[in-house]
């Protein structure tokens, strides 16, 4: 038994210099190799081309939501419950993935030169920042937080419809209450 643990130990010992060993070997071999720096690998950039318009996109969508955060200003319509709060939460996330979706453009007459125009770009960005904000107040259970974002919220949206739709409703799609 003693002559197994001591043959245990050297060859412990023995197949641990031949690692070394090897490991010295291959790293000699790269010596006069000058390796490159990795170059970054980029994924393919493919974009889904937008199915509907602008305007379909904000009567169907993003009105609803806005009008929801809108709503916790009246009176008697400030969130009580966390089933609330989740229902908010659920429509300051729909406006701010909505603000990524419009700055893609539309299949709209006037979507494709809005959408290449700088000024979208930063409504589009006013938009998603709002929403932002809207979303912390939400998660943070803070209503006055989330009546300040919606002022941010109001300004983004009159400043593009001024901008770009001054004329209401386009496309004969007309806003319906809930």
Known sequence: MIMAQLLGKKMTRTVGMFLGLGVLFLS??????????????SPA????????????LMVAWMDHSAHELWDVEQTGRAPKTDANWRELERHAIQL???????????????DREWSQRP???????????????S???IRARNLEQLIRA???LTESC?????????????????HQPY
């Open 28 to 41: 000699g071999c790269n010596a006069g190799v000058q390796q490159q720096p990795a170059q970054p690998v």
């Open 45 to 56: 950039v493919t974009t889904v081309p937008p199915a509907v318009s602008i305007n379909a």
């Open 119 to 133: 000024t979208w770009v930063i409504r589009t960005q006013a938009l998603s920042h709002a929403a932002l904000s």
């Open 150 to 152: 919606n002022g941010l």
């Open 135 to 137: 979303l912390n107040a």
């Open 96 to 110: 701010l993935a909505s603000g990524t979706l419009i700055s893609l453009g539309g299949t709209g007459e006037s």
């Open 158 to 174: 009159e400043g593009c419809h001024e901008e770009f739709k001054s004329s209401l409703p386009t496309e004969g799609i007309v």
